[in-house]
């Protein structure tokens, strides 16, 4: 795989239903992001993470946990999932560390996970 | 906090017309960076065009430019010969230069660009 890739692509989940949206780069870089967008709101931080290991809130972290065991992987869990989180959801993740050059701090974007909630 | 403003949520450009979508945003920081994404129906977000906050000179990328006017705090996007392709919804965002999750961005609503061939 080249970039961010995000499981799923779309996902229908019950209200109460606990959900994990998965999120995957392989650029090593250190900083990783969720977003959710909605319709005339763009995009909204939910969470980040600098490093491995860390994590920090967004503008809108309630109702979401996060996790960032190693360099790879952050996934996003709604541990009870209510209608007013349907959105999509994207991650990213950029390169703080100046290696690479002319992309340094550049945002790169997932393909997004569009959720509904019942 | 900082915040990004995108005063039109919807615009049109004839095909091969320039267009300008605007934006502004408050901060009250001296260094930081501004981008404009593109997000076309695919849903992909596109990086179109970075602004360093220290440098004077507006960025262009070929078709693209930016009107950087740091003291108005004002960050507009100047598509030239605008083709079907670039019909899509272009968003303004901003990121502080430094700071504990400095690396963030901080987006506008978005405009929704039309092309009409």
């Known amino acids: 795989i080249a970039g961010i890739t995000q499981a799923p692509t779309s996902q229908i989940l019950a209200a109460g239903r606990r959900m994990t949206l998965r999120c995957t780069q392989d650029?090593?870089?250190?900083?990783m992001y969720w977003y959710r967008q909605d319709l005339g709101l763009g995009l909204r931080l939910i969470h980040y993470?600098?490093?491995?290991?860390?994590?920090g809130k967004g503008e809108v972290p309630d109702g979401y946990s996060v996790s960032r065991a190693n360099t790879d992987d952050f996934p996003l869990t709604l541990a009870s999932a209510v209608p007013s989180q349907t959105s999509v959801y994207f991650c990213a993740s950029s390169d703080s560390t100046g290696r690479s050059g002319s992309s340094y701090n550049e945002q790169f974007f997932g393909p997004g996970t569009r959720l509904t909630v019942l | 906090a900082q915040t990004v403003t995108q005063s039109q949520p919807e615009m049109s450009v004839q095909e091969a017309e320039t267009v300008t979508l605007s934006c502004t945003y408050d901060t009250s920081e001296s260094d930081y960076y501004l981008f404009w994404y593109k997000q076309p129906p695919s849903r992909q977000m596109i990086l179109v065009i970075r602004q360093e906050a220290y440098k004077q000179q507006n960025a262009t990328e070929n078709r693209f430019s930016v009107n950087f006017q740091k003291a108005a705090k004002s960050f507009s996007l100047k598509i030239s010969d605008s083709q079907l392709g670039d019909a899509a919804m272009y968003f303004c965002a901003y990121r502080s230069s430094s700071g504990a999750g400095s690396y963030q961005l901080t987006f506008g609503k978005g405009t929704k660009l039309s092309v009409i061939p």
């Open positions: 650029m090593r870089h250190n900083a």
């Open positions: 993470s600098n490093t491995a290991g860390t994590t």
